[in-house]
């Protein structure tokens, strides 16, 4: 039998009794924290007060009594609502002075005199509205001049220069590029015009060519008029390309033209009371071909004192009397017409009848038979706008096709 020192045995003793007290004292706190959790179904498992007793046989509580001897009844604790708001409200109570113990003293540094710069530091101007002054303070200049630098100045980025700068380039570099895509399609279909032209009148020639070969026999033309009818083929290709070279030229000179016409024509139009208080309606003996000035420029009697050129405060209108010594001059060249102007144009009134009467305009080119009427030549000029009418020979090709066709057959 072994032998355990006695020290040993009380820290065993010891060591047990600390395990049971923490193992009570922890399934006591897991328990609280149970009956918390399972709350009102905690509350029945409690211990219940069974009493038993009789109830009275009297009238009125006999009355509600259901004829049983004996009654039971269970008493046991209510169960607590845990979502229940507090029946009392807490109150923080400071506990007074004399129960507890005196506030600790702070510690300050001893005091010092205050200097000229410490209170003139600690002076505070008052604030002066610009709009509302009640009390009447004044704001030295010098201050005033300081608070406007804090105000914040406009100030504009540059950034916007640049942008507006950017904007005006990307839109001239745009026009342009659509001016000179314009100009590029504009030239592309003028080349295709003509090739396709230049096409057609190969095409012509080619049928021309085909059928003076094969049908030269059949058309009814001898070598004379086939020879003819080269040239007059030859003369309308050169109509033809003078016509394109002169519509190419005016569009060139439309410009210049207009320009000089409208210098030529700048006073034709002018009112005939423009004319006289400007001095140049006198055209003279020469008919109109001298060059006549504003007599303004030279005589200032003549031209602002003349009465039309009057203040509103004036009435001098007719202070002059109208047929001067100018306007003599020009009243017979102003008011009446010019003698044998229609025939230096047209000729006189004899040649103009016997135009009339003579001409062959009217005139069938074939007379009816029965009659004695002649003949009327056919104007040269009928032939020249028929030819012009139709300057690539179309017509002519389709004539000549359809011939062909009725001589092969």
């Known amino acids: 039998m072994a032998v355990i020192p006695f020290k040993e045995l009380e820290e065993e003793e010891e060591s047990e009794e600390t395990t049971r007290t923490t193992r009570a004292e922890l399934e006591k706190s897991l328990n609280r924290r149970r009956m918390r959790r399972l709350g009102a179904a905690a509350a029945h498992s409690k211990k219940s007060i069974f009493i038993k007793y ?39 109570r400071v506990p007074s002075a004399a129960s507890g113990s005196p506030p600790e003293p702070v510690m300050h540094s001893p005091p010092r005199p205050v200097t000229v ?45 640049k942008l507006s700068e950017a904007l005006y380039v990307t839109e001239q570099k745009s026009r342009e590029a659509v001016a000179m895509r314009l100009d590029v399609q504009k030239q592309m279909m003028m080349k295709a015009k003509e090739r396709k032209d230049q096409e057609l009148r190969s095409l012509a020639q080619k049928a021309r060519c085909e059928r003076s070969t094969i049908h030269g026999a059949g058309d009814g033309m001898s070598d004379g008029e086939r020879e003819e009818r080269l040239q007059r083929e030859a003369i309308r290709e050169e109509w033809r390309r003078e016509w394109e070279r002169e519509t190419r030229f005016e569009g060139k000179d439309a410009s210049a033209m207009g320009k000089k016409r409208k210098i030529t024509t700048r006073g034709k139009d002018r ?4 004319k006289v208080a400007l001095g140049t ?43 001067t010594t100018t306007a003599q001059l020009t009243l017979p060249t102003l008011f009446k017409t010019r003698k044998d102007t229609d025939a230096d144009m047209f000729g006189g009134a004899d040649e103009q009848l016997d135009k009339i009467m003579k ?15 002649k003949t009327g030549a056919r104007d040269s000029k009928a032939i020249e706008l028929k030819e012009e009418a139709d300057p690539f020979g179309l017509d002519q090709f389709l004539k000549d096709v359809i011939k062909g066709k009725k001589g092969h057959e």
């Open 359 to 373: 001409t062959d305009r009217f005139k069938p080119d074939k007379a009816f038979t029965g009659t004695s009427e």
């Open 54 to 92: 009789k109830p009275s046989r009297q009238y009125p509580a006999a009355a509600f009594n259901s004829g049983a001897d004996e009654r039971i009844i269970r008493i046991f604790e209510m169960p607590a609502d845990s979502l229940e708001p507090p029946k009392f409200k807490h109150k923080k």
């Open 281 to 323: 309606a006198c055209t003279g003996a020469g008919g109109g071909t001298e060059v006549m000035y504003d007599q303004r420029l030279f005589n200032l009697e003549k031209g602002t004192n003349s009465g039309v050129f009057a203040t509103e405060d004036q009435y001098n209108v007719y202070d002059k009397g109208m047929f």
């Open 117 to 161: 710069k410490d209170q003139q530091d600690w002076k505070i101007p008052p604030c002066a509205s610009n709009w509302k002054n009640p009390k009447g303070h004044t704001i030295p200049l010098d201050k005033r001049e300081l608070g406007r630098g804090l105000q914040d100045e406009v100030r504009i980025n540059e950034n916007f220069a």
């Open 271 to 274: 009112d005939i009371g423009d």
